[in-house]
């Protein structure tokens, strides 16, 4: 045995590699056999097996690279070279394995000091010594401001057109609230040198609808992307989208982002270069498979590894927005001719993931969600993140909440900062328009609304968003007060790159932002809410005692995986069209929005003055029965106009109490 390993003593850091990289994916497929959580009983339920293993196939070879790294340190620390025949290969492996050992601890220290969501399942969630040794790690060895290291300048392209077709820009983060915007100061400073519109809206407060409209001009009622779950129809959109008509004139598009920005790959907007996750199934897969092997999310950095290593790009726990900074950078330095780049942050969805140091900024809170949202399972954390459940009970649990939600927003704020610099590095600063907006906002469940967006049209502001936009020498800095929508972001950039104008539910701002002209004050907004991922709870929570249209939570058959390459989580068939009449919907013009809530026989609106009550909660349709009745008919006007199938027709529903 001894001569064996005498022989072969070289390979003990290969095989303690190898054998970690087994236990890892041993262990999940162990979780995934027992199905013991939502996330596991799904990949086992809908065949995902293959797929996990097919992701986590690849880590092996990081850890073996990492085994070599060992090796050659402690060929380094042996002296190899000069006193290479004195040393025994068995030494040499043992020595190597210790290293190896060394790099796996020390990393997993910092792990749980920069990303300590993604170890928190390994060390805090499990009480006892593992709680005592990541806190101790988080209290001994805290993590200081990041420093911005100097950007080295790149030769921007030469241009001689870069007036009549300036780069664009688009920073879009996810969730963000138009009142944080002055508590970031990069995102603040860009927006003191923008044009600032003080009121935006997004028809549809999710992700996918909300991109398929800003890039698209189009409201979701027509472009068909109206769930968190569109299904293939849906998802190959009849209108051809901005960044297509853009790559024809000549635009290099571009599209970045992290785990929220599926939508950009999975509709097919037109971007020549995607820099983004896959599917929806993508994340769930995502979230096994780095569950098992957390030190890729540290390992595994800069836009090279990240483009091997594209299942990265799914790590919800494990997103930095510089990452997603640095890859944006890299993608416009890439790039020929002008570009339009499309950079998508999302730290500051559900579940508020904060990065160092904000991660670690909890002081004396002990709770379980300490760095993000994690209590329970998967099926726990969806009911917190969409009603608040235990959240709302107790004050300690909701100031946690607001610190990991302000924490995410100023991680993501650095990494505009690091985006800003570099266009200033490169010398595009005066050739880009810079747009900064958010997909929809976010409840905090202020206003006696949820914590949540999409889900209600009262007591509910997540269809409120930033926008600013940034042009040196070109657009003045100002506000703007007049309403303004996503939808009139594609058909702005559109004119502002000299193509001819489309058919758009949208207004092009150009004139505005380009001369100050004035803006209708009366445009009539329609906006829906989303899907509701527990319908029976949220229909009696939004119409207690009532007759609310409902249908199966997503535990309880909503959803089904669509097959394909990549597959896709989708609503039901049979239950698509019960999710388009359950919509909410909301018609803002002016001050005064009127709400349609659909019910078992009928419908029901109410009306509100939004200026002096923007939380909508006292119905003044009594009080006013003229501008109901003006408000009704502009409401179904509009529907008629978009041609939405779904609503009640005019005759049925009815003002007053739900």
């Known amino acids: 045995m001894r001569s064996l390993l005498e022989r072969w003593g070289r390979l003990l850091p290969f095989l303690a590699a190898t054998a970690v990289w087994a236990l890892g994916t041993g262990l999940v497929l162990r979780h995934v056999a027992r199905a013991d959580d939502y996330v596991m009983a799904e990949v086992r339920r809908h065949g995902l097996v293959a797929d996990l293993v097919r992701a986590m196939v690849p880590f092996l070879a ?3 690279v990492v085994a070599g790294l060992a090796t050659f340190v402690a060929a380094r620390f042996l002296g190899f070279g000069r006193r290479r025949e004195r040393v025994s290969r068995l030494r040499e492996g043992i020595a190597a394995t210790v290293v190896f050992v060394a790099i796996l601890a020390a ?3 910092e792990g749980m000091r920069e990303l300590p969501a993604v170890f928190a399942g390994l060390f805090y969630e499990k009480g006892g010594i593992p709680r005592a040794i990541q806190l101790g790690v988080e209290r001994l060895w805290p993590v200081g401001e990041p420093k911005q290291q100097p950007l080295r300048r790149r030769e921007a392209p030469a241009r001689a057109d870069a007036a009549s077709r300036p780069n664009v820009l688009l920073l879009v983060v996810d969730s963000l609230r138009p009142d944080r915007v002055p508590l970031s100061p990069h995102l603040h400073a860009l927006a003191q040198s923008s044009l600032r519109f003080r009121r935006a809206v997004t028809p549809l407060a999710r992700t996918y609808g909300s991109m398929t409209s800003l890039l698209t001009g189009v409201h979701p009622v027509r472009h068909g992307v109206r769930t968190l779950y569109p299904e293939r129809e849906a998802r190959q959109i009849s209108v051809e989208a901005l960044p297509a008509r853009l790559q024809r004139a000549g635009y290099s598009t571009i599209a970045v982002g992290g785990y929220c920005a599926t939508v950009l790959r999975e509709v097919p907007f037109g971007f020549g270069s995607l820099r983004t996750p896959t599917s929806e199934i993508g994340l769930v897969v995502a979230l096994a498979a780095l569950r098992a092997h957390p030190l890729m999310t540290i390992w595994l950095r800069g836009p090279l590894l990240r483009e091997t290593f594209p299942i990265l790009r799914n790590a919800v726990e494990g997103e930095r927005p510089a990452d997603v900074a640095a890859e944006a950078i890299y993608a416009w330095r890439h790039a020929r001719g002008p570009f339009f780049e499309v950079v998508f942050f999302g730290n500051a969805h559900q579940p ?7 991660a670690t900024s909890a002081g004396d ?3 379980p969600n300490r ?7 998967l099926v726990d954390q969806v009911r917190i993140g969409t009603t608040g459940g235990a959240i709302r009970g107790s004050d300690a649990e909701t100031r946690n909440l607001l610190r990991l939600y302000d924490g995410s927003v100023r991680g ?12 200033e590095a490169d010398g595009l600063t005066r050739d880009t328009i810079v747009i900064a907006v ?4 976010e409840n905090l469940m202020d206003g006696g609304g949820p914590l949540a967006h999409g889900e209600a049209v009262e007591r509910d502001r997540s269809n409120d968003v930033p926008l600013f936009w940034r042009w040196p020498g070109r657009v003045a800095p100002g506000d703007v007060d007049a309403t303004v929508s996503l939808m009139d972001v594609a058909p ?5 790159a000299g193509l001819p104008p489309v058919p758009s539910d949208g207004t092009s701002l150009w004139p505005t932002l380009t001369t100050g002209a004035p803006l209708p004050a009366e445009r009539p907004f329609l906006l829906e809410t989303c899907i509701w991922f527990f319908a029976k709870d949220e229909v009696a929570r939004l119409d207690p005692g009532g007759s609310g249209l409902a249908y199966p939570d997503f535990t309880d058959g909503l959803l089904e995986v669509e097959p394909g390459r990549p597959p896709h989580i989708v609503v039901a068939p049979k239950w698509r069209r019960a999710v388009l009449r359950a919509k909410e919907r909301r018609l803002d013009r002016g001050r005064w929005s009127l709400t349609y809530f659909p019910r078992e026989d009928g419908a029901s609106l109410r009306l509100y003055d939004r200026e002096a009550d923007p939380w909508l909660t006292e119905d003044l349709a009594a009080l006013q029965p003229e501008r109901m009745a003006a408000m009704t008919q502009a409401f179904y006007d509009e529907v008629k106009r978009l041609g939405d199938p779904d609503v009640v027709p005019l005759e049925a529903p009815r003002a007053g109490a739900r």
């Open 107 to 109: 990393s997993t220290l």
């Open 412 to 423: 993501v704020d650095r990494a505009i900062g690091q985006v800003l610099d570099a266009l």
């Open 365 to 367: 809170y002990l709770g």
């Open 352 to 358: 508020y993931t904060p990065v160092a140091p904000e």
């Open 438 to 441: 958010a997909d929809h906002g």
């Open 492 to 496: 702005t950039i559109a004119e502002a």
């Open 371 to 377: 760095y993000t949202l994690t209590a329970g399972n």
């Open 62 to 64: 990081v850890y073996l």
